[in-house]
Structure formats: structure tokens, C-alpha cells
């Protein structure tokens, strides 16, 4: 019998190529995100906000019309937000954890049952490098990833009396749709910033665009799927695994006045 993987986000980047990727492998993918993959795709897909508890509610029960279990839930969907915290509103700040880690939670919560009638599911969150290291001009990103790494962690002990596996794949830049989706600052530069969001910002978009493919990150995944024992975080990229051991090595003060000079 085929497995299920259920993937957000996969309309775009990482969680696109992931559905296609494992819909090639004869997975039955069941996308969902708020719009349908722009290209042509050959699988089932469920329209949903994940901003939006009656959305999530919608799309779990069509899931639940067309399977009876998941034996895979890739929770990918995610957006991003920059510039200083002085000028980030509270709009935005409540959309990125509405989206990147309430709409994760509740998706995964509604989606539990399913799992549980598969036999040894797995969840696999999408976080990020910048949820261990903290990207200035990007904070409240780096928050929601940090509480995905958390979320990961809680949610893999309680689930694992139930044989679900958790864990989370943690990326460093990747040339996706996400740098042009990412919600702009509005103060880019003034007198009292000078030009250092602007400086980060253009770093940080520079990278991103000439960084990883999003397969690089769908073959992590695929590989903690074959796993009997999944690691808790894996992330994706020697050179950022160097990155995040060295974070752990030395001390916080060492660590910041790097990312002070790469990103402040
Ligand atoms: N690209 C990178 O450098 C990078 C690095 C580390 C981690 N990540 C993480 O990787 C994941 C995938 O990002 P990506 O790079 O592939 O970006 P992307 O190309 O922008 O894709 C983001 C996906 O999330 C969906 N999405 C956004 N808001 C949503 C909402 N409210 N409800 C439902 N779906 C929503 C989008 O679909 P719709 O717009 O159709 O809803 C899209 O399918 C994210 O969690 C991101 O934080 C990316």
C-alpha cells in the first residue's frame, strides 16, 4: 500500500519540491497551502490558511475524506519577516507565529489521528539555522523557528508511547520563493539605523538566492523518513552544521559578535 505524506507549504520551494519529489517515489502526497502549485502537479491537494483555525479544521477533514491514516506529516509552510524590531508591528509579529508556529501546532494536533492509525508515522517539522543562531533585522523569524525546535522536541516525548516519530529538519539558506515572499520592513534605513537593515537585509536575501536547492532539504527529509530512530534536529548543509556546532562549542558572547559582523 502506498504511504501517505501530508506536506504544507506545498505549493512553493522546499515543500513543492518535496511533493513532487515523493510523489515521483509513489508516496500519495496530499498537499496544502493557501493556493495550488502554479505549475501543473498530479497529486491531491487541500486549500488552506494556516492563520486560520477554520481553515485547518476544513482541510483536516478533506484529508480525512481521502485517507483513512498518515504515515507522513511534513509541516513546511512558513513565511518570513525582517527589519528592526523598533518598526515591526504587532500585526506582523502576530501573523509570523500565527502562521510558523500556532497554525504548525494546530494543523499537527488536528492531524494526530491519522496518524495514529498508521503504523510508525512520522512528523517533520521545518525549522531553521537561524532558530538556533538569531539573525538580527530578522528576530521574530528566528523566534518562531526556535519555538518550532521546541515544539519538536516536547511533542516527540509525548508521542512517543504512540510510535510516532518527531523530529526537525533545520535548513540554511535556500533559493526558493521564500526571500521574495518575505514580508519587507517598511524603515530600511534612517538616521538612527543608518543603513544596517538594509546591509543585512541584502546579505541575508544575497545568500538565501545563491544558497542550497530545495532538493538538498527534501533528501534530509527523505532520509529521517527511513529512519527507525530519527534524530531530534538534523540540519541541512556542512557548512551550516559547522555553523551550529560552533554556537554550542563557544560562548553566546563569541558566537554574536560573528553574527554582529556578518549580519549586525
Ligand atoms: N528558503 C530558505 O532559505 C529557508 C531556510 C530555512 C528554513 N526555511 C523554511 O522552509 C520552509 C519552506 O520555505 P520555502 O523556502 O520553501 O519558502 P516558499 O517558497 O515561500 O514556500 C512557503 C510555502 O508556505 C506556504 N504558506 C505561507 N503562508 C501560509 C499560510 N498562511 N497557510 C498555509 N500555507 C502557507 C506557501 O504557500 P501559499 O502562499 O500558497 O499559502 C508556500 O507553499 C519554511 O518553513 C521556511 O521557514 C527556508
Known sequence: MNKVIVISGAS?????????????KGYKVIGLSRTYPKEKY???????????E???????????????????LVNCAGIGISGAIEYNTLEEVNKIFQVNVIGQFYITKKILPLLRAANGAKIINVGSVAGELTIPFQTFYSMTKSAVHRFTEGLRIELKPFGIGVASVLPGDTKTGFTAN?????????????????????????????????MSVVKVIERLIGRKNMPVHVTVGFSYKFLVLLSRIFPKRF??????????
Open 42 to 52: 498530479d497529486y491531491d491537494y487541500v486549500l488552506g490558511d494556516l492563520a486560520k
Open 54 to 72: 477554520s481553515d485547518i479544521d476544513r482541510a483536516v477533514e478533506e484529508i480525512g475524506k481521502l485517507t483513512d491514516h498518515v504515515d507522513v
Open 182 to 214: 518575505r514580508y519587507q520592513p517598511r524603515v530600511i534605513e534612517n538616521d538612527l539605523y543608518k543603513d544596517r537593515i538594509k546591509r543585512s537585509i541584502n546579505k541575508m536575501e544575497h545568500d538565501e538566492q545563491n544558497g542550497m536547492t530545495p
Open 255 to 264: 558566537v554574536y559578535w560573528i553574527i554582529t559582523k556578518m549580519y549586525g
Open 12 to 24: 512553493s520551494g522546499i515543500g513543492k519540491a518535496a511533493a513532487e519529489y515523493f510523489h515521483g
